[in-house]
């Protein structure tokens, strides 16, 4: 394995878990907010 | 002549009229009671009451009923006026008179809601409101007339200021009477007997008063559909019956609804004729006149589907140039790049994953910014809620009505605020229906699938000299969306959702320029959400898309042979005989599978592995015109494949977070797996037609 194999997988490994990261962020931030439409605005309101 | 017959002492008087009128205002300043007051059609959703002091120590209540345009009630809050006047509503008593709150620059629209009122026989007094808005546009109003035309008497008042309201109290004390002019407007003769008989049927089955005998044959014989549903309040016989009227009045031809609004509508016109200035009823204004046009039956829709496709051809063609600079901006900086890391994985990564996958969607910046500039100014000028009007008439045949298309208007932006703007409707199978096809309406992550297939395989031809193909073929995207949409909503009203449709009126905004600030600020907001989605969620699948594409490695092989071998590659093989049918190879495949959670990923995927298999120069479009299938020695792309990529792009839901808000709108994973699946399968059976079609016809 040359130096840019090793590189180039890290970078692979660590857009993988911020891609991870990101959606469950998202999902647990979605629990917070009405419509799931944004980051969560705190509006639990129903329709 | 005014009064018929005297009144007893009035307790109890109802504060009724249309949104905006000032109606809670006017109740603030007869009672005393301090509420607040909005601008938003409805401000006054509960029934409210207060005391009006009287002159000679008489109290009498005053109940402000929630605003409303007809009292054919079409949700909760017009069903409670309704309820409360015609005496239906518990522990309500029926009000021993009403004040109906009109909105003198407005009269006509106004008098619609009056003249349903005077025919419930009520005793009845009219407060003129806003009379300093209406002398300031111009309007004269001969007070005397209007009420001698309406048949109760007519108190000019201006809320805000207190004047008129000693006036009111005044008219309440002496005892308002039913009007005598009621029943005034006339029906066609057919029109008119089915309404006497099922009025007199209902009286004699049901023991109704007249009034509400006369009032639920309106609603029946106007309903859109048959009174079985909701109405089993009503005998059988009378439901049978009223099928037969129904069946009896659509073989004439006659609207059922229409026909009892254009009646009232008609002899309104002749009491604004008699009681105000010429310019009042003529409408004359510059914004009735564009309005004339752009509601037309006929005209406002022929002008709606211009506007949309003028709109989608300057997306096209304007955008082409800045486009073209964004990829050779990118072709620059995929050079340099190249020339300043050696060759390797990390120089492949790079060019190959990074700057070839962000790039291919980053060069559609300029078309999402256009898009959002037009939808900006049509919403902004007050053309959208026109739109919704004239578009009534259509939704209206599939089992919806126009506030339905505003949701779905919003859906070419994007589906996630199209279905929380469904909230507005009141019917809960309306507004479901409404939230199960919005995702059909092509959104702005549809705009770069559809922007590369058609700037790649169709031909730049100009028809007729002004219309350019690409443009004609980007219009019938959006539209076949819209009669996919429109074809499901009605399959969906027809079986699973049956119900009732209900009236639409929707009060249309003030034409206004729209401001040059907003719109910029909406596009600004919007390409900054694209360009960050792309720098970040389209970044991070580019980088291990590439990974996929790459690993595991082949030694000895061409790039085609390589990236079949990779995942990726083993993965779109695996798909591929589901596929194949549908005109779409391996690569495709993987496309398809990489988007699934978001449509724009499907340009990126072909960016980065159309990159990794043709090393030669030249952009991606390149590379796909110039792939060939090994197995068949034939294009994998050709005009065909790419109509149909593009019509699975319009009915297919590849987007999770439509699925998501979806769920929480209709707080179940049943309606959004539903809606997965019949998208999908509608996708793949469309784009299986179109493809066998085409090979038919011999493309």
Redesign the interface.
């Known amino acids: 394995m ?1 130096w ?2 090793i ?3 890290c ?2 490994a660590l ?2 878990a ?2 991870v990261r ?1 959606s469950l962020v998202k999902k647990k931030k ?1 629990g917070s907010s ?4 944004c980051d969560g605005c705190g509006n639990k309101e ?2 | 002549m005014m009064r018929t017959m005297p009144t007893p002492a009035i307790t109890t008087v109802a504060l009724v009229g249309n949104p905006n009128c000032g109606k809670t205002t006017l109740f603030n300043a007869l009672t005393g009671l301090r509420q607040k007051v909005g601008n938003y059609p409805g401000v006054t959703v509960e029934k409210k009451e207060g005391i009006v002091s009287s002159v000679n120590g008489r109290d009498i209540t005053l109940l402000d009923l929630p605003g409303t345009y007809s009292l054919i009630a079409s949700s909760p809050d017009e069903q409670v006026v309704a309820d409360v006047l015609l005496g239906s509503l518990k522990n309500t008593p029926v009000p021993d008179a009403v004040i109906c709150v009109v909105d003198a620059s407005n009269l006509e629209r106004n008098l619609y809601l009056v003249s349903q009122i005077i025919d419930h026989g009520l005793p009845t007094i009219v407060a003129l409101n806003m009379m300093d808005v209406a002398e300031q546009s111009g309007v004269r109003i001969d007070v005397r007339h209007l009420s001698d035309a309406l048949g109760v008497p007519v108190i000019p008042t201006v809320a805000k200021k207190n004047k008129g309201t000693d006036d009111l109290r005044a008219a309440l004390l002496a005892g308002p009477a039913p009007s005598s002019r009621a029943m005034q407007w006339t029906l066609p003769e057919t029109v008119q007997r089915e309404l006497d008989e099922l009025s007199g049927m209902l009286s004699a089955a049901h023991k109704y008063r007249s009034v509400v005998a006369h009032h639920t044959a309106l609603l029946l014989l106007s309903s859109p559909a048959a009174p079985d549903e909701g109405r089993t309040d009503i005998s059988p016989e009378i439901r049978a019956h009223v099928r037969q009227d129904h069946e009896k009045l659509d073989f004439l031809g006659i609207d059922r609804y229409s026909v009892f609004i254009e009646a009232r509508y008609k002899w309104i016109k002749q009491v604004c004729a008699y009681a105000s200035s010429p310019s009042l009823s003529t409408g004359a204004s510059l914004s009735d006149r564009v309005d004339a046009v752009l509601t037309h039956k006929f005209w406002g829709v022929l002008i709606f589907f211009a506007l949309m496709s003028v709109m989608f051809q300057m997306i096209f063609s304007w955008a082409e140039l800045p486009m073209d600079l964004i990829g050779h901006g990118f072709d620059a900086v995929s050079a340099r790049v190249g020339s300043v890391i ?1 060759p ?6 790079i060019v190959n994953g990074v700057i070839s996958g962000v790039g291919a969607v980053v060069m559609f910046l300029p078309q999402i910014l256009l898009l959002f500039f037009f939808l900006s100014i049509l919403e902004d000028s007050g053309y959208m809620s026109r739109a919704a009007y004239v578009m009534d008439r259509i939704m209206s045949s599939v089992g919806l009505h126009g506030k339905s298309f505003i949701p779905m208007l919003s859906s070419f932006a994007c589906a ?2 199209g279905i ?1 703007a469904t ?1 507005t409707i009141e019917h809960p199978k309306d507004r479901l229906v409404t939230i199960l096809v919005s995702p059909l309406m092509s959104c702005s992550a549809r705009l770069p699938v559809y922007a590369l297939m058609i700037a790649a395989f169709i031909p730049q031809y100009t028809l007729l000299g002004v219309v350019s193909l690409p443009g004609v073929v980007l219009i019938s995207l959006y539209a076949l969306g819209l009669v996919a949409a429109l074809a499901m909503a009605w399959t969906l009203k027809k079986t699973f959702l049956k119900g009732t449709s209900l009236p639409f009126l929707m009060e249309l905004p003030p034409y206004k320029m729209p401001s040059l600030k907003s719109t910029a600020i909406h596009m600004w907001e919007r390409g900054f959400i694209f360009l960050k989605k792309a720098g ?2 389209i ?3 580019s ?2 898309l ?2 996929l594409a790459t690993y595991p490695k082949t030694e000895n092989a061409t790039p085609s042979e390589r990236l079949a071998q990779s995942f990726v590659g083993r993965a779109g093989k695996f798909i591929e005989p589901a596929i194949k049918p549908l005109g779409f190879d391996w690569k495709i495949g993987i496309g398809l599978l990489s988007s699934l959670l978001q449509r724009e990923v499907f340009v990126s995927t072909m960016g980065t592995i159309y990159n990794i298999q043709d090393d030669s120069a030249g952009s991606m479009r390149e590379a796909m015109q110039r792939d060939v299938n090994p197995d068949t020695g034939k294009p994998v792309f050709t005009a065909l494949t790419a109509i149909c990529i593009m019509v699975y792009y319009v009915l297919a839901m590849q987007c999770l ?1 439509t699925l ?2 979806v ?3 209709t ?1 179940s994973w049943k309606w959004p797996a539903f809606q997965f699946f019949y998208m999908s399968a509608l996708a793949y059976a469309v784009t299986f037609g179109v493809y066998r079609a085409g090979l038919m016809l011999g493309y």
Not at chain 1, 34 to 37: D, P, R, T
Request: glycine content about 6%; proline content about 6%.
């Open positions: 040359d840019q194999q590189a180039s997988l970078i692979v857009s993988a911020l891609l990101s979605r009405a419509c799931g439409s129903r329709p | 050696p390797g994985d990390v120089h492949d990564l996630i605020p929380m909230r970040t969620i970044l991070g699948i980088i291990v590439w990974f977070s998501v808000v769920r929480r709108e707080n």
